[in-house]
Nanobody, 123 residues
Framework: QVQLVESGGGLVQAGGSLRLSCAASGRAFGTYAMGWFRQAPGKEREFVSGINWSGGSTSYADSVKGRFTISRDNTKNTVDLQMSSLKPEDTAVYYC????????????????WGQGTQVTVSS
């Protein structure tokens, strides 16, 4: 069982930056792949970025490549998403999710979810 709590969302102007953090509690955090997803009003939840259990492999949606960076610290049970050059279309609720070992880009593959944090990018 893993409990996830996101933080770091807020309102930012286009071109700005935000850093989201996800704190995990529970056992064996280091065996879980972590994903960041987002959901805008009226849209399906979509994959943003993922990092495998060791941090040795990362993946990104094409829409955020070169602008977002995911990282994790298995000693602190945290995973961060550094977001730069933000665009209004990045506005969404961002969710942290966990599944065993390997990243998957489909939301239904993740067993554990946080409550989400709102990111709003103004133009």
């Amino acid at each position: 069982q893993v409990q996830l709590v996101e933080s770091g969302g807020g309102l930012v102007q286009a071109g700005g930056s935000l850093r989201l953090s996800c704190a995990a509690s529970g056992r064996a955090f280091g065996t879980y792949a972590m994903g960041w997803f987002r959901q805008a009003p009226g849209k399906e939840r979509e994959f943003v970025s993922g990092i495998n259990w060791s941090g040795g492999s990362t993946s990104y949606a094409d829409s955020v490549k070169g602008r977002f960076t995911i990282s994790r610290d298995n000693t602190k049970n945290t995973v961060d998403l550094q977001m730069s050059s933000l665009k209004p279309e990045d506005t969404a609720v961002y969710y942290c999710a966990a599944r065993k070992y390997i990243v998957h880009q489909t939301a239904s593959a993740y067993a554990y979810w946080g409550q989400g944090t709102q990111v709003t990018v103004s133009s």
